[in-house]
C-alpha cells in the first residue's frame, strides 16, 4: 500500500434494476443485467491516477453481510482503537439499514470489520449517507460524531440522524424528518417527497457551528436544518424549479456560503448562495450540463425523459471549478466560478455566473458518483450500467480533465477515496 496514494472504496448493487426511475415506464436504461455486484470493493489509486483492486478483487463487505451496499461515507477524522478508520455504509433497501465498519489494512489486504450490528435507517431506501464531527453538540467539550442518512423512500422523503462520542460504541438516533408530500409537477416521480443528499457547511454561530441542507427531488426543495445544543431543527425551504428534482448538493469548500445543486431531471447544475444577513438560502444562476442539440430525435436516450437526467456533482478542492455528470449523455462538464470579491469583506465573494470550461465523456455508462481526491488531481467516476470505475487527472491551472485509466466494477454506484497513509498513522485522532 505504501506505492498507493489512495484507497478507494466502491459501493456496488447486488441486484438488478436498481435506482432507475425508468424501469417501470421503458424496462429501464438498456445495459448487461446479467452482471451484479458483489458488495463493497476496495481499489487502489496510485501517484498517477492508475487504478487497481486490493484482495484481488474480492469483496471487503459481501452481499451475505449487506445488501445492496450503494453508498458510505468515509469517518477519516475518527481513528478506531487498532489504528483503522470507520466508514459506514446504507443498504438501499424497502426496510433500510446501515451499518458501521472498522477499515484496517496491512500489505496489500484491505479489512472490513464491523463495530456494531446493522441498524434501521429510519425510512425507506436510503440512497446518501454522510457525517460530521460536531463539537459541543449535547452541550459538552466532547467531539460527537454525526451521521445523516437520506432515505429516498417509496411514499415519502426521511432524514435520519445518528450519533457516537466513540465509533467502536453504539450510535443512537438523534432526530428523524419526515419531508411529507412531493411537488406533483411530475406525477410519476413527485407524488411524494424523495430525500436524496445532505450537504453540510460551517456557520460564523458558535452555538449552531454547522448547517445541514437536504436536497428533496421530489418536493423540489432544498431544505435547511440547523444544529443547537443537541437539537436539530428545520430553519427554511428553497423552492427549486418546478419538476427540476433536485438530487446532489455541495457546498463550497473554500466560500462556505455557496453552493451547487444537480437538478436530475431537467439536467441542469444550479448555484446557490446562503445570504449572510438571515442565513436563508437563495437561488443565483441555473446552466444546463447537455450540449443544446441533445438528445438527436432518433436517438434511443430521447425516450428517457428527453435524455435529461443528471447525477452528480461536487467543488474542486480549491473551490474554484464544478464538476458535474450527466447519465445518458455520459459526460461530466467542468465549469469555473466566475465571481468578485465583496467590496465591503475582502474575505467574502460575490458569484456572478458559472463558465463552462470542458464538456468530456466519462468513458462508461450512466455515471453516478464522483469523488475528488483532497489533494485535487484526480476524479473517479463509479458506472451503474457499464459496471466500472473511471479514473481522471485533473489541470489544477485550468480544471480540465484528462482520462487516465478504468476499472471493472459491476453495478458501481458509490466511490471514496481515503489517503493510504491514514491507515497506517495511529497518532491520530485519539479520543
Not at 422523503?157 to 406533483?184: C, N, Q, R, Y
Not at 466566475?338 to 455566473?353: F, I, L, T
Not at 458501481?412 to 491514514?422: G, M, R, T
Not at 497506517?424 to 485519539?430: G, N, P
Amino acid at each position: 500500500l505504501n506505492e498507493y496514494k489512495y484507497v478507494g472504496l466502491v459501493g456496488c448493487y447486488t441486484k438488478e434494476g436498481q435506482a432507475d426511475p425508468f424501469e417501470a415506464s421503458h424496462g429501464g436504461v438498456p445495459h448487461d443485467r446479467k452482471v451484479i455486484g458483489e458488495g463493497v470493493i476496495a481499489i487502489s489509486v496510485d501517484y498517477d491516477g492508475k487504478l487497481s483492486y486490493l484482495n484481488n478483487g474480492a469483496p471487503i463487505i459481501t452481499s451475505e453481510e449487506l445488501e445492496n451496499p450503494s453508498y458510505l461515507t468515509i469517518l477519516d477524522d475518527v481513528q478506531t482503537e487498532d489504528g483503522g478508520v470507520g466508514f459506514c455504509v446504507v443498504s438501499e433497501l424497502e426496510e433500510g439499514k446501515w451499518q458501521p465498519f472498522k477499515l484496517t489494512a496491512s500489505n496489500e489486504t484491505i479489512r472490513a470489520k464491523p463495530t456494531g450490528p446493522p441498524m434501521k435507517s429510519g425510512g425507506e431506501y436510503p440512497c446518501h449517507i454522510t457525517s460530521a464531527r460536531v463539537i459541543g453538540f449535547d452541550g459538552e467539550s466532547k467531539a460527537t460524531s454525526l451521521l445523516f442518512i437520506c432515505n429516498y423512500g417509496d411514499d415519502e422523503g426521511v432524514l435520519s440522524i445518528f450519533s457516537s462520542h466513540d465509533f467502536e460504541t453504539a450510535f443512537k438516533p438523534e432526530a428523524k424528518f419526515m419531508f411529507g408530500d412531493g411537488s406533483k409537477a411530475d406525477l410519476n416521480r413527485q407524488q411524494c417527497s424523495h430525500a436524496h443528499s445532505t450537504s453540510i457547511a460551517s456557520t460564523c454561530d458558535p452555538y449552531s457551528p454547522v448547517d445541514i441542507c437536504v436536497a428533496d427531488l421530489g418536493s423540489d426543495a432544498i431544505v435547511q436544518f440547523s444544529i443547537k445544543s443537541g437539537r436539530v431543527r428545520e430553519t427554511g425551504r428553497l423552492a427549486a424549479p418546478q419538476g427540476s428534482g433536485p438530487r446532489s448538493l455541495m457546498f463550497n469548500p473554500k466560500h462556505n456560503h455557496l453552493a451547487i445543486v444537480s437538478l436530475e431531471m431537467t439536467g441542469e447544475l444550479w448555484l446557490i448562495r446562503k445570504r449572510s444577513h438571515d442565513g436563508c438560502l437563495e437561488g443565483l444562476v441555473r446552466v444546463s450540463i447537455l450540449p443544446s442539440e441533445w438528445p438527436l430525435p432518433d436517438a434511443t436516450e430521447s425516450q428517457f425523459n428527453l435524455g435529461r437526467w443528471a447525477s452528480d456533482a461536487l467543488w474542486s478542492e480549491d473551490g474554484k471549478y464544478v464538476y458535474a455528470a450527466a447519465r445518458l449523455h455520459d459526460s461530466v462538464s467542468v465549469f469555473q466560478l466566475k465571481y468578485r470579491v465583496d467590496k465591503y469583506r475582502n474575505d467574502a465573494v460575490v458569484a456572478e455566473g458559472l463558465e463552462l470550461v470542458q464538456r468530456i465523456s466519462t468513458e462508461g455508462r450512466t455515471p453516478r458518483c464522483l469523488c475528488m481526491s483532497d489533494c485535487g488531481k484526480f476524479l473517479l467516476v463509479a458506472h451503474q450500467h457499464s459496471h466500472d470505475v473511471s479514473s481522471f487527472e485533473r489541470n489544477k491551472d485550468d480544471g480540465k480533465l484528462s482520462l487516465v485509466d478504468r476499472i471493472t466494477l459491476p453495478n458501481a454506484a458509490c466511490v471514496k477515496l481515503l489517503d493510504a497513509d491514514k491507515l497506517y498513522d495511529t497518532r491520530r485522532y485519539k479520543y
